[in-house]
């Protein structure tokens, strides 16, 4: 990787449209994301009865009552507090609601909010946000330049939207949560892989006002010539390696990942189950046929690590990942989204829990790359192979435990967003990581491969 200081790279990102609003249309564009990302929330937690906010559905996951009065913890100690200046509303919660104090299996047995009460104060909580927003200069201090900490606090409520989504998915019972049906495929024919030439691209942001400290800075790399998915791998093709004796051989398995599946007695992605007519699942409540050209979901690293193996591919790094959903061979800019610089709709990506599956693959011909690469941005969360590190020239920012401490090789990172990602947190550039035995959340994956001479010729 070469090292680029971003004054070098002027003009190599597009540049985020709020760096152009004023004062007011910028208040008010943090206001409409807060907004959006509370009434998620609200319809999250109403969607069922208190008995069940303050139940635990497993152990990988918080209870619901939790997930809502951490966010207005947060959004308290942030907005309020520390951008405010205002007098700390419950000082005495915050150790309570410190993802860093307590492990999720623990948290039933705090002494947490009840589900009334947790309403009520992050309803007291918003106001006084909301009164912040209207006061504070959104210059100056870098927390809040362009409004970066409303637009932090925003992502972070959507990130933990997405999170009880996945614990919806994980309780038992009848549906709680409804949605339309995703579109139908509207792409023609297109190859089932895209050659993505070798190159340099500049890869994270320096502009995007509201990016998160582990994208930045932008920087450039070098990427060999690759070929690339053009969708992601889809039920169909992982139910043949399943099928095909795919977790009964070792050979397509890394050792870590061959003894866990082993240990754990997995034989198929998670809420599968094998009927004498198929592959079944259990999606949100309710039990259905597996479709078969829907992009694959619940799979750990590992899965897809071995299903790449079996079909004599790889997984893409994150640098390839990025180049196939960003790079403009056209300009030679990076683009803020595969399909250009303006913000998703719905003819774009499957984002926002808009619905509750992932869109067939050719769903979104919109949404495609300069490259030709379909549905990057929203349906399942993508595994890339790369370890979870910083960029060259990282600062931690606006504290340590937000990325700088899960730098290293227990974490596998993920990229795209899914069907449960909001707008506000998912871009080109944003990036996830987990465990790489983790299968609740909404992961799949599409695979790389090396080209064959007669492809680069």
């Not at 003009?11 to 907004?35: C, K, V, Y």
């Not at 309570?96 to 307590?102: E, P, T, V």
């Not at 504070?136 to 900490?149: D, I, Q, S, V, Y």
């Not at 960029?391 to 069907?419: H, N, Q, W």
Request: some cysteine; glycine content about 8%.
């Amino acid at each position: 990787m070469t090292r680029a200081e971003p004054n070098d790279l002027a003009g190599a990102e597009s540049p985020n449209p709020l760096l152009e609003l004023g004062p007011q249309d910028l208040r008010a564009h943090a206001a409409e994301t807060l907004t959006r990302a509370r009434q998620r929330s609200t319809a999250l937690t109403d969607a069922v009865d208190d008995e069940e906010l303050v139940r635990q559905h497993s152990k990988l996951m918080s209870p619901l009552v939790w997930d809502l009065a951490h966010i207005g913890s947060q959004e308290e100690i942030w907005l309020v507090r520390d951008v405010g200046g205002r007098e700390p509303l419950r000082p005495d919660i915050d150790d309570l609601y410190d993802a860093f104090q307590h492990p999720r299996a623990d948290r039933p047995a705090l002494p947490l909010l009840g589900p009334g009460e947790a309403r009520a104060y992050v309803g007291e909580v918003r106001q006084k946000a909301f009164d912040v927003l209207e006061r504070a200069p959104l210059e100056g201090r870098m927390l809040t330049r362009a409004a970066f900490a409303f637009g932090m606090i925003a992502q972070h409520e959507q990130q933990h939207d997405e999170t009880m989504l996945a614990t919806h998915q994980l309780r038992q019972g009848d549906p709680a949560l409804h949605a339309p049906e995703p579109p139908p495929r509207r792409a023609g024919d297109v190859a089932p892989e895209v050659l993505v030439p070798g190159g340099p691209f500049v890869m994270g942001t320096s502009v995007e006002p509201w990016a998160l400290d582990n994208e930045r800075p932008a920087h450039a790399v070098h990427v060999d010539a690759f070929v690339i998915d053009t969708f992601p791998v889809t039920n169909g093709q992982y139910a043949r390696f399943v099928e095909s004796g795919g977790y009964e051989s070792p050979r397509w398995w890394s050792e870590p990942g061959w003894t866990y599946v082993r240990e754990h007695g997995i034989t198929a992605p998670r809420f599968w189950k094998r009927e004498p007519d198929g592959w079944w699942r259990t999606r949100f409540g309710r039990y259905e046929r597996v479709p078969a050209d829907e992009p694959v979901v619940h799979v750990s690293f590992h899965e897809a690590e071995a299903y790449a193996a079996w079909a004599g591919k790889r997984l893409p790094t994150e640098r390839e990942w990025e180049k196939a959903a960003r790079h403009d061979p056209r300009t030679g800019r990076s683009l803020r989204y595969p399909w250009g610089d303006e913000e998703p709709t719905a003819e774009h990506a499957n984002l926002g829990q808009r619905h509750l599956r992932p869109a067939v693959a050719g769903a979104y011909p919109r949404g495609a790359s300069p490259l030709g690469v379909h549905q990057l941005i929203g349906d399942v969360w993508e595994w890339t192979s790369s370890d979870f590190t910083g960029y060259p020239g990282f600062t931690a920012f606006p504290y340590r435990e937000y990325s700088e401490v899960f730098f290293g090789p227990d974490y596998k990172v993920l990229r795209g967003g899914s069907f449960g990602t909001d707008s506000v947190a998912i871009r080109g550039t944003f990036r996830n990581w987990d465990y790489p035995i983790r299968r609740q959340i909404f992961s799949g994956f599409r695979c790389a491969r090396d080209p064959r001479p007669d492809e680069v010729a």
